[in-house]
């Protein structure tokens, strides 16, 4: 079955970087794009971007544009999300998310992965 | 100000009909479909409803979905108390080039 495994929880300075993996599963890698989704605590899901696994492209929302970078590593069938200058406000559990091309379909999530920002 | 919008919250009985809306633009829903996600508390998302209205299998027939032009909407019948969730609506942004979502509806089954 298709399973998306996340990194672990992570507690970062403000103005530090986080990296956070998400492993595939069950199904070919690089058949699938890979959505990174946020959501901070209270508030709504928030789309984040997506790369190709294939072929390595990327789209990044206006939002995170010049502050995330999507990576992947297709001998292992993982994909990376690195977020840099870390302040409070990106608190939030961050999910990967399996989806079809160009569409709203994500049918399949890893379970999250917390990144705390604080003092 | 959110490409989509959704009430706050809702509620209703259990075995009642409850509808959750979902408002957007032409950029989004008028010209793409919508997807529906139920997320219970703690734990990731889950897809309910994609292209408007087909169900991933395993989702019960309770759940449908439709759409008119920008405006979508959400029906759960036979409403169940493990219905209790939040729910979001989602679409493709054709000049954001990218997923917008709604601000999330929270249901409560009385």
């Known amino acids: 079955q298709v399973q998306l495994v996340q990194s672990g929880a992570e507690v970062k300075k403000p103005g530090a970087s986080v990296k956070v993996s998400c492993k595939a599963s069950?199904?070919?890698?690089?058949?699938?794009?890979i959505n990174w989704v946020r959501q901070a605590p209270g508030q709504r899901l928030e789309w984040m971007g997506w790369?190709?696994?294939?072929?390595?492209?990327?789209k990044y929302s206006q939002k995170f544009q010049g502050r995330v970078t999507f990576t992947r590593d297709t001998s292992a069938s993982v994909a990376y999300m690195e977020l840099s200058g870390l302040t409070s406000g990106d608190t939030a559990l961050y999910f990967c998310?399996?989806?079809?091309?160009?569409?709203?379909?994500?049918?399949?999530w890893g379970q999250g992965t917390l990144v705390s920002v604080s003092s | 100000q959110p490409l989509l919008s959704q009430p706050p919250s809702a509620s209703g009985a259990p075995g009642q009909r409850v509808t959750i809306s979902c408002s957007g633009g032409?950029?989004?829903?008028?010209?793409?479909?919508v997807q529906w996600y139920q997320q219970l508390p703690g734990t990731a998302p889950k897809l309910l409803i994609f292209?408007?209205?087909m169900r991933p299998s395993g989702v019960p027939d309770r759940f449908s979905g439709s759409k008119s032009g920008t405006s979508a909407s959400l029906a759960i019948n036979g409403l169940q108390s493990e219905d209790e969730a939040d729910y979001y609506c989602?679409?493709?942004?054709?000049?954001?080039?990218?997923?917008?979502f709604g601000g999330g509806t929270k249901l409560t089954v009385l």
């Open positions: 998310a399996r989806g079809v091309v160009v569409t709203a379909r994500l049918h399949h």
């Open positions: 069950g199904y070919t890698f690089t058949s699938y794009g």
């Open positions: 790369i190709n696994p294939a072929n390595g492209y990327t």
């Open positions: 032409s950029s989004n829903l008028g010209s793409n479909p």
């Open positions: 292209n408007t209205n």
């Open positions: 989602a679409s493709w942004d054709d000049i954001m080039n990218g997923v917008v």
